[in-house]
Each structure stands twice: as C-alpha cells, then as structure tokens.
C-alpha cells in the first residue's frame, strides 16, 4: 500500500527542510499542491488566533477550543474538496494517488495517524461529502472579524481544486463543471452581498469564470492513465 510509508510519521510543528535533490524530484503541482495545503492550515489557525486574541466576546466558546475548531475545519474542507474533485469522473489516476498521499501525510496527527485517515476517506467517503460546505466556512461567514479574509479563503481552495484538476495532465467537462459547482457554493456562503442581504451575482459569476480560466492544464503535461476504483484503498493499492 502507497500510504505505507507514512504510516506511524506525526507531523511536527515544523516540516523537516527537504534538500535540492528531493525538491528537484517531486513534480511542481505537487509540490504547489503541498504548499497550498500549509496555506490553507495557516489560513484557519490564524484566523482562529485573531478571534481567540482580540475578538473573544464574539465566540460561543473558550478561545483555545475555538483555535482547534477551526483548524478540525480545515481538515474537513480540504478532505471534502479533495474527495469532491476526484470523484467528478468516477476515476482515480495516478496523480490523484499522489496528491492523496500528500493530502493524508499533511492531515496526520498523534491523534488522528494516517491508517484511520486512510479509513476515513476509503469507507467514508458518503459521509464526508455529505458535510455543507457552509459548515465548513461558516466562521469566515458569521464572524465579522474574519470577513476580510473571505476572498483570500475563496481563492485558496480554488487554488486547491484547479490543482486536483491539473494533475492529470487533461481538463475534463465533468472535472470542469465540478470546478464550476464548488466556486459557486463557495460564492453563495462567502460573497459580498447586493446591499440585500442576497449575494451578488455579478460577482459571483465573474470569480467563477476568472477561476475555471485559471484552471486549464499546461499544453506539456503527459497524459495520466486513469483507472476505475471503488474506493480509496483499492486506487492505492
């Protein structure tokens, strides 16, 4: 099994600097994808800081718990969007093992070690789907502290997807239209309003377009064969 490797590894507060020859050999959407993995971490814990600091009288519980909130919900976010994006063509390729096995190394924790998150996204997957996506932002939404940071949230995961989507080498209409779904319920939850209270939908249409033109795959990526998997531990197998 793929995931072998990290099996038993916690993650540390620091990652470990990787050496020339180590960075050389891991393919740049990887690595692009690594990092924005870390962005988005940083995003909700600091996020999480900001209200724990200055903003406790606006919390519904102790600022500590709050923090671990919000980093449990950028662990939920990032295993939705991932699982939302590989499943829009019923096919798992050889990228999106690799960036799997990114996604698993940057979630496990002393208390939540690789197996079990490999469990998670194998048998769960209904179950991890099934969470809103307004659940998962919903403190960049209710929180007026944090709602200059809305954008920067939208973009990055974004970011993330056209990420999944790149890894393949090939941009395909349903993998497109996944794109589209998730920019738009990202836009209903997190967009400006009219003035109404109602998102606005000039907006939301442009920052869906602007993303989906970010999103198509370099002309020089090979072609990634795909294959058929019922589940997560049979595609890395």
């Given at each position: 099994?793929?995931?072998r490797?990290?099996?038993?590894?916690h993650?540390?507060?620091?990652?470990?600097?990787?050496?020339?020859?180590e960075?050389?050999?891991?393919?740049?959407?990887?690595?692009?994808?690594r990092?924005?993995?870390?962005?988005?971490?940083?995003?909700?814990?600091?996020?999480?800081?900001?209200?724990?600091?200055y903003?406790?009288?606006r919390?519904?519980?102790?600022?500590?718990?709050?923090?671990?909130?919000?980093?449990?919900?950028?662990?939920g976010?990032?295993?939705?969007l991932?699982?939302?994006m590989?499943?829009a063509?019923?096919?798992?390729?050889?990228?999106?093992r690799?960036?799997?096995?990114?996604?698993?190394?940057?979630?496990?924790?002393?208390t939540?070690?690789a197996?079990?998150?490999?469990d998670?996204?194998?048998?769960r997957?209904?179950?991890?789907?099934?969470?809103?996506?307004?659940?998962?932002?919903a403190?960049?939404?209710?929180?007026?502290?944090?709602?200059s940071?809305?954008g920067?949230?939208?973009?990055?995961?974004?970011?993330?997807?056209?990420?999944?989507?790149?890894?393949d080498?090939?941009?395909?209409?349903e993998?497109?239209?996944?794109?589209?779904?998730i920019q738009?319920?990202?836009?209903?939850?997190?967009?400006?309003?009219d003035?109404?209270?109602?998102?606005?939908?000039?907006?939301?249409?442009?920052?869906?377009?602007?993303?989906?033109?970010?999103?198509?795959?370099?002309?020089?990526?090979a072609?990634?064969?795909?294959?058929?998997s019922?589940?997560?531990e049979a595609?890395?197998?």
């Amino acid at each position: 099994n793929v995931f072998r490797p990290v099996w038993g590894r916690h993650r540390q507060p620091a990652d470990p600097v990787m050496t020339t020859s180590e960075t050389a050999a891991v393919d740049p959407l990887v690595l692009e994808f690594r990092q924005a993995l870390e962005e988005c971490e940083r995003l909700y814990r600091t996020a999480g800081q900001t209200c724990a600091l200055y903003h406790t009288d606006r919390l519904a519980e102790p600022p500590t718990e709050f923090v671990a909130r919000m980093v449990d919900l950028h662990r939920g976010l990032l295993i939705k969007l991932f699982l939302e994006m590989v499943h829009a063509d019923s096919t798992w390729s050889e990228g999106e093992r690799v960036l799997a096995r990114e996604l698993v190394e940057h979630l496990a924790t002393d208390t939540e070690p690789a197996a079990s998150l490999v469990d998670l996204l194998d048998r769960r997957t209904d179950d991890v789907r099934n969470i809103p996506w307004q659940t998962l932002v919903a403190p960049f939404q209710q929180l007026p502290p944090l709602e200059s940071r809305r954008g920067e949230l939208q973009t990055l995961v974004m970011r993330i997807a056209n990420l999944v989507s790149k890894i393949d080498g090939q941009l395909k209409p349903e993998t497109t239209a996944q794109l589209k779904l998730i920019q738009y319920q990202l836009w209903q939850h997190l967009s400006p309003t009219d003035g109404t209270g109602v998102p606005d939908a000039k907006a939301g249409t442009a920052a869906v377009d602007q993303s989906i033109a970010a999103s198509s795959p370099a002309a020089e990526l090979a072609d990634a064969t795909t294959m058929p998997s019922e589940d997560l531990e049979a595609a890395l197998a």
